[in-house]
């Protein structure tokens, strides 16, 4: 891309809100060049705008210094990556009219390669215990499996998916509604500069500028389209985050949803989510089994291990003949495990030096901690 025509980007980005339809086919039919020349210029409106919104595109244009913006960003450690640039993930094309102008960018790693393998985690700012434990649990269990976990950097899901990667070693995004230069929420400005020195901190907007609702609401359809797929841990009925799993089913990704308790208002929305198109997820694995290529199954689900299902067949057999409450002869537990009174007393030796059974006068008690691993083993059935 010509110097011209980044400069002129950067302009438009300025003066510009994200995800403005209106301007964006402005780009695609006459070009960036004369879209931003026309804006400079200060002559007749644009098709779709009427005079007031023209006089107001045009005030900005007056302020805007892309060269200023470009050094700024220099300083913070940022650059603008524009469509058709090495970096540009192409699946943010799939915006169509509302494809970003171009995205600043902080952090070392490529962002086109590291889109190829991403998923959002994104969910509730005031979200539950339950909530941020699954966050970090499914955003740690992606980065292990080589996933890049893309969110909002915010409260609550956000931020503890971003924690959840970090914490694992992994690759995380953070995609925020203001200037990369500008870590919001405020509370979070460790962790946003913390992604940007191990993964990427990613924006539309300039630098310095500030959040405002519309432009958190617009932030998410970036977080879509750029992720294979979008999880939604905890959300209510209004919640933002279920701007973001519809976005991407517009798109054609995935969505899915974390379940709750059916008495919880922050899992309201990611039920009515389940109800429809999405997909119920719990960990990492049935993610990846999802969004990821073929042959990337989640294993099938068991119950845990217990100690007692390593024992031979035979052993296990006498150890479930023997009565929980009370001794028994090696006679009656021959009976119980149809096998004879000889080879009941070889196991019942066997489970003695295991710990499962105890000598009890003429017979054979369970022990303390073969009540528990039997008692576990029922539960099961």
Same mark, same amino acid.
């Given at each position: ?58 005030? /900005? ?12 960003? /220099?300083? *913070? ?21 509302? /494809?970003?102008?171009?995205? =600043? ?8 390669? =590291? ?31 080589? =996933? ?70 617009? /932030? ?14 905890? !959300? ?9 799993? +519809? ?52 294993? *099938? ?7 007692? @299902? ?23 537990? *021959? ?6 009174? @000889? ?18 006068? @003429?017979? =054979?008690?369970?022990? +303390?901690? !073969? ?11």
């Amino acid at each position: 891309m010509s110097d011209a025509e980044l400069l002129a980007r950067v302009f438009l980005a300025r003066v510009v809100e994200p995800g403005d339809e209106v301007a964006g086919r402005w780009v695609r039919e006459l070009g960036v060049p004369e879209v931003a020349g026309r804006l400079r210029g200060g002559g007749r409106a644009l098709p779709g705008v009427g005079g007031r919104r023209w006089a107001g595109l045009l005030a /900005r244009a007056a302020q805007a210094d892309p060269r200023t913006d470009l050094a700024v960003a /220099r300083e *913070a450690g940022a650059r603008f990556v524009c469509p058709g640039d090495t970096e540009w993930p192409s699946q943010l094309d799939d915006l169509g009219d509302a /494809r970003p102008l171009g995205l =600043w960018v902080r952090g070392r790693p490529g962002l086109r390669l =590291w889109a190829l393998r991403a998923v959002a985690v994104v969910g509730a700012r005031a979200c539950t215990e339950y909530g941020a434990h699954m966050a970090a649990v499914l955003a740690a269990g992606l980065a292990e499996r080589g =996933w890049v976990v893309v969110s909002g950097g915010a409260y609550g899901v956000d931020g503890a998916a971003h924690r959840g990667a970090l914490g694992a070693g992994g690759a995380t995004v953070a995609v925020l509604a203001c200037g990369v230069d500008r870590p919001y929420p405020r509370g979070h400005t460790e962790l946003i500069n913390r992604i940007a020195e191990q993964g990427l901190v990613v924006g539309e907007l300039p630098p310095g500028e500030h959040p405002t609702p519309s432009r958190f609401v617009l /932030r998410n359809r970036v977080i879509a389209a750029l992720t294979r797929g979008t999880v939604v841990v905890e !959300a209510a009925h209004r919640s933002g985050s279920l701007v973001t799993a +519809r976005a991407a089913q517009r798109l054609g990704r995935f969505t899915m949803g974390v379940p709750g308790p059916a008495t919880s208002g922050l899992s309201a929305g990611v039920h009515e989510l389940l109800r429809g198109d999405a997909v119920l997820v719990t960990d990492a694995d049935e993610v990846v089994e999802l969004v990821g290529d073929m042959g990337e199954l989640a294993p *099938a689900r068991r119950g845990p291990v217990l100690p007692r @299902d390593l024992l031979e067949p035979a052993a296990r057999q006498v150890l479930a003949a023997l009565p929980g409450d009370r001794p028994a002869s090696p006679e009656e537990v *021959a009976r119980g495990a149809q096998t004879s009174a @000889d080879e009941a007393v070889a196991r019942l030796y066997e489970l003695r030096a295991l710990g499962y059974v105890e000598r009890h006068g @003429d017979g =054979w008690k369970l022990t +303390r901690q !073969a009540m528990i691993s039997v008692r576990a083993g029922r539960s099961r059935c």
